[in-house]
């Protein structure tokens, strides 16, 4: 039985070469039948269209569409052969593609989530389970994309809404801790020092 399923896991650049020999093999089953060959190939297209529509929500109708009418437009079994591969090729890089789309749509999400919920307890454990990945791949995604550790950044954002309330003169630091989320005053007190270099009172003396 034809597994598709493996070529289309295996269409990762660090990968091809898996998914290019899985398709020589089932290529080989053809016996240089062009019929046989291109109705694989048509099914086989249609397979990576509908996969990257569910797994990545990207829509290839169009270069799925440009690949049936290439498909069915050849009658000679090496050339489908070698037709099949640039396929597979072009479908790695959209692959690439998507993984760097669905890597930014997620890092969005995760952006937003914290931004809306930084005065309530955020752990990166809960934030991976939300974004259905794991803790460690939304860590080192995390640091890639934003620049920041995912700690630091919630602190960042803590601290600087901190810093609005305190400029604003209405609120005393006991509130701002506890409204920004940090987990008692000294930790609010020793956290603003570390990112802004002043200690609250010092800042607001200088900001009124």
Do not use: W
Not at 81 to 90: A, F, P, R
Request: glycine letters at 2%; one cysteine or more.
């Amino acid at each position: 039985m034809i597994n598709n399923i493996n070529i289309a896991k295996n269409l990762k650049s660090n990968s091809i070469s898996i998914a290019l020999d899985a398709y020589k093999s089932n290529v080989d089953m053809f016996s240089n039948s062009v019929d046989y060959l291109r109705d694989y190939l048509l099914k086989l297209n249609i397979f990576l269209y509908t996969y990257f529509l569910v797994q990545y929500n990207k829509d290839l109708e169009a270069y799925a569409l440009t690949n049936e009418k290439i498909i069915n437009r050849d009658n000679n079994f090496s050339k489908l052969c070698k037709l099949g591969e640039k396929v597979l090729i072009g479908y790695s890089n959209k692959f690439s593609s998507a993984l760097k789309q669905n890597d930014h749509e997620l890092i969005e999400s995760a952006l937003e989530f914290i931004n809306n919920n930084y005065n309530k307890k955020i752990t990166l454990q809960a934030v991976a389970t939300k974004l259905h990945i794991s803790r460690n791949y939304l860590c080192h995604l995390f640091k890639i994309k934003t620049g920041y550790k995912f700690c630091e950044y919630i602190n960042l954002q803590r601290v600087n809404k901190a810093k609005e309330l305190i400029e604003e003169d209405k609120k005393t630091f006991e509130f701002i801790s506890f409204d920004c989320g940090f987990s008692s005053q000294s930790h609010f007190s020793t956290t603003f020092k570390k990112y802004v270099g002043l200690t609250p009172n010092e800042y607001k003396k200088q900001a009124l």
